[in-house]
Structure formats: structure tokens, C-alpha cells
């Protein structure tokens, strides 16, 4: 498992936190640009954020686009087997993420549809608020333990 806890961030995740500077979801863009999480996406993620973005959402686009390098990485999609192997943990549609998110060796797949998967092995499913309460608790945990120690 990786040293930083990593968060695989679905596309509604990617789009909510380009559309607002204020809500949760932008705040895992901040965390992971920091370095404090590693926070990552699938090509076929990149791919149905733009997508998104550009039909729904353009202005969100150009935020996106200035936001993803700096904060994302970008993992590799499933192949079909490890979709096929992935299937019974998630909605039909939602497979490829689940599927990613366990190929990128996530900790936490952060998405607002935490209904449409089902309990991956080894992968907890959050709301991206519930991911950052997480963050938050794990950093005053470190803040504390620091000033004890001097």
C-alpha cells in the first residue's frame, strides 16, 4: 500500500469540486495539491469529466483544466478482465471505477453514489464531506502527537 493515504476520486467527485470553490470536493483538490493525500483518476474519468464539463457545465471546464494537473494523477484504466473481476462490487456502469480505484491501490474511493458500490475488499466508499471530516481528524491526530513530542 502506498506511504500517503490515496483517495480515487470519482467523476462526480472531479466535476462538484470544479463547479465550486467552496464545497468538499474542491477541498480534496486543495488537500491532494498540498500533498498531503494522493488523489487520483482514471483516463476514462478524465475522459467523462470534460465530457460532462463541456455539455453541462462549460464554465466549470477551464477551472478543471487549471485544477487537475497540479492535484490528480492519473492511473490506468482496467482492463477487461479486472472489470470483469471488479463486477459484483459495483452498479453495471459504475464498474470501471471501482475497478481503477482498486488497480491504483486507493485507500478511499470518494464519490456522492457511495449506494452504487458495494463493499470493494479493501476499499472504503465515501462522500467526498465524509472524506474530509477523515482528513481533517487524521491531521489533528498528527498536530497533536507533534506537540506531545516536543
Known sequence: MPSRLRLFLDA???IA?????????HALFQVAELGLVEAW??????TEVRRNLLQKLPRGLP?????????????LDPDEQGTIRYAAYA???DVHVVAAAIQAQANWLVTFNVRHFYSPPGLIVLRPGDAVQ????????LAADSSEST
Open 91 to 93: 452498479h453495471a456502469k
Open 41 to 46: 483518476i482514471s483516463p476514462g474519468v478524465l
Open 17 to 25: 469540486g470544479s463547479a465550486s470553490p467552496d464545497g468538499a470536493s
Open 63 to 75: 477551472i478543471f483544466e487549471e485544477l487537475w494537473p497540479k492535484s490528480l494523477q492519473v492511473g
Open 134 to 141: 477523515r482528513i481533517r481528524g487524521v491531521i489533528g491526530r
Open 12 to 14: 462526480d467527485v472531479v
